[in-house]
């Protein structure tokens, strides 16, 4: 158990829909991490929270956003879900902005019907 | 932007060694991750270089040259348990922020 939780496991939606998907980072974790798993894919970087305020941001698509709360809790915010956004999300978390040792949570599987 | 490379499969017999390598190009680099992660499964940290040199942990090992852009992951006296997916990442500070990308991975068969 790395200690980063996130909800829910596992959602199926529909096209058009909109879902949150919910972290806790590890305690004491200031960093949090978004990724995106397809299928057979490579983990592809969304975006990266400091201390409440986004610090880096990959190919993250305008349909989705993010937010790290004062609680250090983040969610990231998907829309208008197109069959392409069924993937495994992966939360992560890490003490400094640039801690040497990242923790992933066990990640929310996203299917899109 | 970053280009990480990996191989994409590799197959190794039981109770022996294998060498994972990984090159990179990046501007702003801030260190190289090396992650285990079985299939459905979340990422597992295995490692962590940011000087030049080997860093042993167990049955572990990782190394990395900077000025070559080139890291390699030693795996010893593997094990069945050990067949799973090995991602190389890297850290890049530039731009004025830094991320972690993730190579696609090697996936790894150990066979009896």
């Known amino acids: 158990d790395s200690g980063v939780t996130q909800t829910p496991k596992h959602l199926i939606t529909a096209t058009g829909q909109r879902v949150t998907l919910r972290c806790s980072p590890r305690s004491g974790d200031l960093s949090v991490y978004w990724y995106q798993q397809s299928l057979d894919q490579g983990l592809q970087f969304l975006i990266q929270?400091?201390?409440?305020?986004?610090?880096a941001k990959g190919n993250i698509l305008e349909r989705f956003s993010a937010q790290q709360f004062p609680d250090l809790h983040s969610e990231l915010n998907l829309s208008s879900l197109e069959l392409g956004d069924s993937a495994l999300y992966f939360c992560?978390?890490?003490?400094?902005?640039?801690?040497?040792?990242?923790?992933f949570g066990e990640g929310s599987w996203l299917t899109v019907v | 932007g970053q280009n990480i490379d990996q191989p994409t499969e590799m197959t190794a017999t039981e109770g022996a060694i294998v060498q994972i390598n990984c090159t990179y190009q990046t501007s702003g680099f801030n260190g190289l991750f090396w992650y285990q992660q079985h299939a459905g499964e979340a990422p597992t940290f295995l490692s962590y270089n940011v000087l030049d040199g080997l860093e042993e942990k167990g049955r572990f090992s990782s190394f990395l040259s900077r000025s070559k852009g080139y890291s390699y992951l030693l795996l010893k006296e593997l094990q069945m348990k050990d067949s799973a997916s090995y991602l190389c990442?890297?850290?890049?500070?530039?731009?004025?922020?830094?991320?972690?990308?993730f190579g696609t991975g090697t996936k790894l068969q150990v066979i009896p």
């Open positions: 990442a890297v850290r890049d500070r530039s731009g004025g922020y830094q991320k972690v990308t």
């Open positions: 929270y400091y201390n409440g305020e986004e610090r």
């Open positions: 992560a978390s890490s003490k400094f902005q640039e801690g040497n040792t990242i923790y």
